[in-house]
């Protein structure tokens, strides 16, 4: 079982940037990738980012490239991701979730464990 908790969410304005955390606890030694997702009102949950485990390959949707880096602490166990150059269009409810096994899907039914979410809001 693998335990998830978003946080570093909030609002800021167009341009701006902000660093969410995904911390993340396991009582197995199980190799899990973890990806970023986002969900606006009235669309469907969107990749956004996401990292192997353990060799830390790096995945990101087009919408983000660029601006949005991901990366993980591994004494910390937990995953970061950095969000810069906000747009509105970036408005949306974040969650981090893991999969068992070294590949990261991009479609969120092939996730096994998910996060409470945290809301990120950004302002023109």
């Known amino acids: 079982q693998v335990q998830l908790a978003e946080s570093g969410g909030g609002l800021v304005q167009a341009g701006g940037s902000l660093r969410l955390s995904c911390a993340r606890s396991?009582?197995?030694?199980?190799?899990?990738?973890t990806g970023w997702f986002r969900q606006a009102p009235g669309k469907e949950r969107e990749f956004v980012a996401g990292i192997t485990w353990p060799a830390g390959v790096t995945y990101y949707a087009d919408s983000v490239k660029g601006r949005f880096t991901i990366s993980r602490d591994n004494a910390k166990n937990t995953v970061y991701l950095q969000m810069n150059s906000l747009k509105p269009e970036d408005t949306a409810v974040y969650y981090c979730?893991?999969?068992?096994?070294?590949?990261?899907?991009?479609?969120?039914?092939?996730?096994?464990?998910w996060g409470q979410g945290t809301q990120v809001t950004v302002s023109s």
């Open positions: 396991s009582r197995t030694f199980s190799v899990y990738a």
């Open positions: 979730a893991a999969v068992r096994g070294g590949r990261v899907p991009r479609k969120y039914e092939e996730y096994d464990f």
